[in-house]
């Protein structure tokens, strides 16, 4: 199993910034990608940036160019760095690992974040 602790989260004004980062721990050995989600009130969680073990990363449309998501292996750590933020981007952000065992993926969650923009 791999357990998630995200920090970071907080309140900004429109057009600031937050950097969140996420912790591993447990078998993250196993981890194939590791990325962001979040979940605004009355909103289906919705992919953020994931960056894959390769180094290959995706971006959700509406934060290309404003986010960057790196990771740091040896520390075991993905970190989402925020800028140019927008009141719509305000929202519980999940940190995300997806991991291989034995035969299965299986999906990890940290207990969330919340990030607030003001206008």
């Known amino acids: 199993q791999v357990q998630l602790v995200e920090s970071g989260g907080g309140l900004v004004q429109a057009g600031g910034s937050l950097r969140l980062s996420c912790v591993a721990s447990?078998?993250?050995?196993?981890?194939?990608?590791m990325g962001w989600y979040r979940q605004a009130p009355g909103k289906q969680r919705e992919l953020v940036a994931i960056k894959t073990s390769g180094g290959s990363t995706n971006y959700a449309d509406s934060v290309k160019g404003r986010f960057t998501i790196s990771r740091d292996n040896a520390k075991r750590t993905v970190y989402l760095q925020m800028n140019s933020l927008k009141p719509e981007d305000t929202a519980v952000y999940y940190c995300?690992?997806?991991?291989?065992?034995?035969?299965?993926?299986?999906?990890?969650w940290g207990q969330g974040t919340q990030v607030t923009v003001s206008s």
């Open positions: 995300n690992a997806v991991s291989l065992e034995a035969v299965s993926e299986y999906d990890y």
């Open positions: 447990g078998n993250t050995l196993s981890i194939s990608a």
